[in-house]
């Protein structure tokens, strides 16, 4: 399996990433960002591409693959809704609407959030975004198109946030996420968790279009 991935360099982008590099099913990676990743693995190829809303440019280098694992975002705090909705949608679209003509055989997967609004029409903005972006995403003409909705996510295997808010959260709840997730499996998964079950969904699909914890921890005994 040939697989692209947004947002290597980020936490969940990182968790995916190694489950990828580990993974017998996935041959061959592509990381597509403004910044290449740092790794000795051989599937690995870094395509640097500084406009993310434009993919004209490199689109021979965008086809031929199974599955796109988008695990790009922001977070909306000090941002106008414009600004998030530029990111948030605008990005997400440029990138899966020229994959889904270059690749109609492929299986998409969103990385989004737990309370995205699918109705779009709340009075939370970052949920109407997500929910927008959702909603256009399981529209277009891909094999399959899924969206991952994580709520608190464990990091393992020495990977971090780059954001330092959440790096500070997740070295103080460290020592009780573990028993949180025993006592709370639909509210938190671990970026393993989340790897493993996107390719699970790249090989074979889901039940749900949209999927949550409780999800990921199925497919990722599956995989």
Aim: proline share 4%; charged share 20%; with cysteine.
């Amino acid at each position: 399996m040939k697989v692209i991935l947004f947002g290597a360099t980020g936490m969940v982008g990182q968790g995916v990433l190694r489950e990828c590099q580990n993974s017998m099913e996935v041959t061959d990676i592509l990381t597509v960002g403004r910044t290449a990743v740092e790794t000795k693995s051989q599937k690995v190829r870094n395509l640097v591409h500084a406009d993310l809303w434009n993919y004209s440019a490199i689109e021979r280098e965008l086809s031929g693959f199974d599955a796109c694992f988008f695990c790009l975002g922001t977070t909306a705090a000090g941002k106008s809704e414009s600004e998030y909705q530029h990111i948030t949608y605008g990005l997400t679209l440029a990138a899966a609407t020229t994959l889904s003509r270059l690749n109609p055989q492929m299986t998409f997967v969103y990385v989004s959030g737990e309370g995205a609004d699918s109705t779009e029409k709340g009075n939370v903005m970052w949920a109407r975004v997500r929910g927008a972006t959702e909603n256009a995403l399981l529209s277009l003409p891909f094999k399959g198109a899924y969206v991952f909705r994580p709520g608190i996510i464990q990091p393992l295997h020495g990977i971090e946030s780059k954001t330092k808010a959440y790096r500070l959260f997740y070295c103080l709840a460290k020592p009780v996420l573990p028993l949180m997730r025993s006592l709370f499996p639909n509210a938190i998964s671990t970026t393993e968790q989340i790897g493993k079950a996107m390719i699970q969904v790249a090989k074979s699909g889901a039940e749900r279009r949209v999927l949550k914890p409780r999800d990921f921890e199925k497919l990722y005994t599956q995989h």
